[in-house]
């Protein structure tokens, strides 16, 4: 079964893909400046989603081949191996006072950047109005 927290990484990803390749300069200062900040935060929510499970998850892609039919010559058809992915979810356990003492650290470190990273986001904005 698929949850919140089993698709929010990849998409995460594939969002942050998405805007850094089409974002506007405003976008794109406001990403640049605020990247630790994002990156402790995205720490903190899988600390927190680890703790919510009660294990952590480790992800491996591991790659197979895939064989499909890709196009006719004459009357024969063609086959094509096709190179895929996979991303494997396997539960890990974890010492769970460790990683609520990991979380606290943390959520102070976040605490700590997110003035700064007020201030840089509102510096972009005034540095590139849209």
Known sequence: MFTASKLRLPAIGMVLTLVAACA????????????????????????????????????????YSDLRVCHVKGKRYVPCP???????????????????????????????LAPAAVATREACIRAYPE
């Open 24 to 63: 506007t300069p405003q976008n794109q200062c406001i990403a640049r400046e605020t990247a630790e900040y994002r990156a402790v935060s995205a720490q903190i929510e899988e600390l927190e989603d680890t703790l919510e499970r009660g294990y952590a998850l480790h992800r491996q892609t591991v790659q």
């Open 82 to 112: 096709r190179t895929r992915f996979q991303t494997i979810e396997t539960p890990v356990s974890v010492d769970m006072d460790d990683t609520r003492k990991k979380l606290a650290r943390l959520k102070a470190q976040r605490a700590k």
